[in-house]
């Protein structure tokens, strides 16, 4: 079977998350589902209560990684996503970043 990968171009989507978002395991259920789906980027909370996202990979993937987001994990209860396409960057994990 073929790597994904090499099927389809990659993508890169960053995401702004808002609603009841953060104290819910919102990050750490995005880093267990995107490192699965096998997406690299990074998550974290930011200081408007609101959670940032970025993931890098192939189209399809990142497509069901954005409909996750709208869900998130149980607790959450998600309001709004806002999606903004960029240029990839190459990055090549997924991981929680703090904000600075």
């Given at each position: ?20 978002v953060?104290?819910?395991?919102y ?26 996202a ?20 149980p607790?959450?209860?998600?309001k ?5 396409y ?13 904000f600075?």
């Amino acid at each position: 079977m073929q790597n994904p990968t090499q099927m389809s171009q990659s993508i890169r989507a960053h995401l702004f998350i808002s609603g009841r978002v953060q104290g819910v395991g919102y990050r750490f259920a995005t880093v267990d589902t995107a490192s699965q789906l096998g997406l690299s980027g990074w998550v974290r909370n930011l200081p408007d209560g609101r959670v940032e996202a970025v993931f890098e990979g192939v189209e399809e993937v990142v497509e069901e990684m954005i409909r996750w987001c709208h869900q998130g994990p149980p607790a959450a209860m998600v309001k709004d996503v806002v999606v903004e396409y960029e240029e990839p960057e190459g990055l090549n994990r997924f991981e929680v970043r703090r904000f600075e």
